[in-house]
């Protein structure tokens, strides 16, 4: 149980486009989702968190307009790189919690964004 | 603000040795502790989790244990194999929200350790 879906797992865009990656608890509800960011041989760092239904909240140093959140419902949140530029080429991963605020957090396979 | 900080950084091993990873961390409001194992351009495969109110952990050849009140967690794997190969990461479960508003209980990671073992 507690499976979450990462999608795509890999993306190449141009520079000046925008790519969207989705996450999906597939058999169970989460309020909350955490996005994070893996630079190369560096550790994950997160960058917002996602509630279902109302605005995302963004950790120091992440721009909001830039990387755009959606958690439209229980089972779906979206990151979309807007204007995508070399500099955000990055390992993106998702979580999601299945229960309360101590339970363990699920991770997605993560996305590969590479921007040319 | 919780730091996590993981020793050694990288770490080789001939097969059949016993090893033990590294962790530490600042602020010992936690929910819990997480430790997760990352290959080369892969996700995170969660490996064992501790409770703040528990000691350890065991699951098959790994064993962690965790020390809150002095910030401390180790992961022992015994009798190591090649396909141990991978990053370590530990990550702990924040009680404290972020200065940004971050949801109390997102994961704050340690920059892992590389496990090589050698056949």
């Known amino acids: 149980g507690a499976v979450v879906s990462q999608h795509p797992s890999w993306v190449i865009c141009k520079s000046g486009t925008s790519v969207k990656i989705e996450c999906r608890s597939l058999?169970?509800?989460?309020?909350?989702m955490f996005w994070y960011r893996q630079f190369p041989k560096q550790s994950l760092m997160l960058m917002a968190t996602s509630n279902e239904g109302s605005k995302a909240t963004y950790e120091q140093g992440v721009e909001k307009d830039k990387f755009l959140i959606n958690h439209a419902s229980l089972t779906l949140s979206t990151l979309t790189v807007t204007s995508a530029h070399p500099e955000d080429s990055s390992f993106y991963i998702c979580?999601?919690?299945?229960?309360?605020?101590?339970?363990?957090?699920?991770f997605g396979n993560g996305t590969r964004l590479t921007v040319t | 603000k919780q730091e996590v900080t993981q020793i050694p950084a990288a770490l080789s091993v001939p097969e059949g040795e016993n090893l033990v990873l590294n962790c530490s961390f600042t602020d010992s409001a936690i929910y819990n502790l997480q430790w997760f194992r990352q290959d080369p351009g892969k996700g995170l495969t969660s490996l064992l989790l501790i409770q703040s109110s528990q000691r350890e952990q065991t699951s098959g050849r790994l064993n962690a244990s965790l020390d809150k009140s002095s910030g401390r967690s180790t992961l022992y794997i015994a009798a190591s194999q090649p396909g141990d190969s991978a990053t370590y990461l530990c990550a702990v479960s924040t009680i404290t929200p972020s200065d940004y508003g971050g949801s109390q209980g997102n994961l704050i990671f340690g920059k892992g350790t590389k496990l090589s073992v050698k056949p």
């Open positions: 979580s999601a919690r299945s229960g309360p605020v101590n339970s363990p957090l699920h």
């Open positions: 058999d169970f509800q989460a309020t909350t």
